[in-house]
Every structure is written in C-alpha cells, then in structure tokens.
C-alpha cells in the first residue's frame, strides 16, 4: 500500500510541470512550452518542442477558477492525443500500410489540415465513450437494481460506487498488456524526474531512480476525485427518471471538473498527513495499475522532456 514516504510529499520547489506517458516517450507541458522526448527504433532520442498555444494562454478568463480545471482538462486530452500519434509515428514507419479508405477521405477533403481535423474528432469520440461508459453506464446498472431502495442518496451512492469499480477494473485490466505496461513504465519515469525536479536535485539518472514512482498531483488522482465529487454533485438531484438523469450528469460535468482541479491544487500544495489521506485512493491506483518502475534508458527519455521545458525563473511554473 502507498506509504507517506513513497509519495517525497515535502518538495523544496512543488511545480505546475507535469506530462504524460506516450509510446517509447515522454511529453512534458511547462509554464511556456511543450516538449516531447521520444526513444527511436534506433536507440536515439528524438525532442520536439513547441511553444503552447491553447485558448487559456490568450484569454484570462479561461484560467478563472473553476473555469481552469474545465478548459485544462479538454486542452490535456488534445495535447495529449496529439503527442500520443507524434510518439507513434515512429513506430508506424516500420510497419508502413497503404493509407485506408478513410484516410484517403480526410486527405482529400481537408488537405493539409487532415491530421489535424483527424486528432480533434479522435478527441470527441474518446469523451463519448468515456461519457457513455462511465457516467451513463452506471447509472444504467444502478436503475436496474434499485428495486425498493427509495433513498435519492444511497442511489447515488451506489451508482458512483459502480463507476469507480468499473473505472479500477478498466485501468487494472489494461494494465496487464504488454505494451501499456512499457507505457506505463514511461509513467513512473515522468513521477520520478518530477520529484527529482521538486526536490532541486541534477537532472541524472542515478538522482532521479532514487525517487518514487508515485506523484499525488498525477492526472489519475484528478479522475479519481471526478468520480468522488460527482457522487455528491448528483445527489442534489435526487434520482429523477432516466432522460432529467442523462441530462443532468451531462450539464453538470464541467462543474464536476471545476470543483475536482480546485480541489486537487489544494490538496497538491499541502503536505499536512490531510491531504495525504484525501489523496490516498489516486495513489493506490498509480501503484496497483497506472504506474510501473522504470529502466534507465526511459528515465532519460523523461530528463530529456522536462529539461525541454525548464525556464530561468522557477516562480513562473511554481505550483
């Protein structure tokens, strides 16, 4: 089980820094930039780094609170899908196809825009079924087997229980596949160099395997706390009939977000045994499922990203 010592939860420097695991890659997002490193077929490291330029970095509105965890969550999963088919380009040229049908489709229609257009409805149709799976599913389930239960609460309470048990058993079943689990492996090497970073340490190999693989400000334990605030969101509904339910779960996801990246930053910041505990449950799945101990060559993968995104003024990506 996760221990307050495998977490390193009093850092000299907590950062905003943070990534994601991609195929033999790492992607870093800093105050400024975007870096992705990746480890080749032919054992060298390939670093692409760009300038961020979403919607929040033009308009101040966007990074009101509550507002922020709404806007950073959709901005994660475009940044996020796109650094993914960056890392499997790599991987693709050895195996190159005749493009299909509806890649042909995409290039012909939009041009040069295709890959773009592609990356957004790949976006839209991930939330969907993350949506239908996770938010309608169970309370599908949950209206099947209700029976005498009256309680507006303890229904809500069933249902969020359904959906974090079917998250666990999603994230645990694909964590037994061959190649998630090297992704997965990348993501631990990402919590380390992180925590290597915090606690103001060179940038090596040797310093950055000393670290855990846990990290209590991991996308996952965001996920976790979504599906903890929707349980009491929803309950000020009460349990009406299926379509006001579809409805409501619906309208009411970014506030769900908003209050879930709220709560998280402060929790994030803390390092009393408190917010320890509050982010216990994200832990426990990054140690049983999303996070595994990384080799050498990947922690480099990872040095490199973050190094790609480091600037001279550590203020500007303080947490």
């Given at each position: 089980m996760p221990k307050i010592k495998d977490v390193q939860r009093k850092p000299k420097h907590c950062t905003t820094i943070g990534g994601q695991a991609l195929i033999e890659g790492v992607m870093m997002k800093g105050p400024k930039d975007i870096a992705i490193a990746v480890r080749k077929p032919d054992n060298q490291i390939e670093l692409k780094k760009e300038a961020i330029k979403t919607p929040s970095t033009k308009y101040k509105f966007l990074k009101w609170p509550f507002v922020r965890g709404v806007v950073g969550l959709i901005e994660a999963m475009v940044i996020g899908v796109e650094s993914l088919m960056y890392s499997a380009q790599f991987y693709e040229e050895e195996e190159a196809t005749e493009p299909g049908k509806i890649d042909k489709f995409f290039d012909k229609v939009f041009k040069d825009k295709a890959e773009n257009v592609a990356m957004y409805i790949s976006v839209f149709i991930s939330m969907l079924i993350a949506i239908v799976v996770f938010m309608l599913g169970p309370t599908f389930i949950t209206n099947l087997i209700k029976r005498n239960i009256e309680s507006p609460i303890i229904l809500n309470s069933i249902e969020g229980l359904i959906r974090?048990?079917?998250?666990?058993?999603?994230?645990?079943?694909?964590?037994?596949?061959?190649?998630?689990?090297?992704?997965?492996?990348?993501?631990?090497?990402?919590?380390?160099?992180?925590h290597c970073y915090e606690h103001e340490e060179?940038?090596?190999?040797?310093?950055?395997?000393?670290?855990?693989?846990?990290?209590?400000?991991?996308?996952?334990?965001?996920?976790?706390?979504?599906?903890?605030?929707?349980?009491?969101?929803?309950?000020?509904?009460?349990?009406?009939?299926?379509?006001?339910?579809?409805?409501?779960?619906?309208?009411?996801?970014?506030?769900?977000?908003?209050?879930?990246?709220?709560?998280?930053?402060?929790?994030?910041?803390?390092?009393?045994?408190?917010?320890?505990?509050?982010?216990?449950?994200?832990?426990?799945?990054?140690?049983?499922?999303?996070?595994?101990?990384?080799?050498?060559p990947q922690i480099e993968v990872a040095i490199e990203a973050l190094k790609g995104v480091l600037v001279d003024d550590k203020e500007a990506d303080r947490w």
């Open positions: 974090i048990l079917m998250f666990l058993a999603y994230v645990v079943a694909i964590s037994k596949m061959k190649d998630i689990q090297r992704v997965f492996e990348y993501h631990g090497a990402e919590h380390k160099t992180i060179e940038l090596t190999v040797e310093n950055v395997k000393k670290y855990p693989i846990l990290h209590p400000r991991c996308g996952t334990s965001f996920l976790f706390m979504v599906m903890i605030i929707s349980i009491l969101v929803f309950a000020f509904f009460g349990w009406p009939n299926p379509l006001k339910r579809f409805l409501i779960r619906i309208a009411m996801l970014p506030v769900i977000a908003g209050i879930s990246y709220e709560i998280n930053r402060i929790i994030g910041r803390s390092n009393s045994k408190l917010a320890y505990w509050l982010s216990y449950p994200g832990l426990l799945i990054q140690k049983i499922a999303t996070t595994r101990e990384p080799d050498g």
